[in-house]
Nanobody, 126 residues
Framework: VQLQASGGGLVQAGGSLRLSCTAS????????MGWFRQAPGKEREFVAA????????YYADSVKGRFTISRDNAKNTLFLQMNSLKPEDTAVYSC????????????????????WGQGTLVTVSS
């Protein structure tokens, strides 16, 4: 299994970025996917998740209304559109695969995901 995240970078507060996560080595369309982030000196936290066919999405309260998770199962790719970025959004963002096919059980809990990408750094300047 490989997960390759990209799209991070440096952006000013109020700006936008779109993260991508390209997956291979498993049946992408059978698994819920999530985005998590980890800021320096802080624990990893849930950002967003989406069911295997994209019917349902879930967001952390801190990003709701600003971030949008989506997926293209034909291209085995997960996206995270991030708008109205704030300095507190600065972190390494990682995509992850839920441990069970056709399940979103405990979608906000990192231990529920068993394959992780390497992460992409997002830095938001004030």
């Amino acid at each position: 299994v490989q997960l390759q995240a990209s799209g991070g970078g440096l952006v000013q507060a109020g700006g936008s970025l779109r993260l991508s996560c390209t997956a291979s080595g498993f049946t992408f369309s059978s698994y819920a996917m999530g985005w998590f982030r980890q800021a320096p000196g802080k624990e990893r936290e849930f950002v967003a998740a989406m069911t295997w066919v994209g019917g349902n999405t879930y967001y952390a309260d801190s990003v709701k209304g600003r971030f949008t998770i989506s997926r293209d199962n034909a291209k085995n790719t997960l996206f995270l559109q991030m708008n109205s970025l704030k300095p507190e959004d600065t972190a390494v963002y990682s995509c992850a695969v839920h441990s069970l096919p056709y399940s979103t059980l405990f979608y906000a809990n990192a231990p529920q995901y068993h394959w992780w990408g390497q992460g992409t750094l997002v830095t938001v300047s004030s």
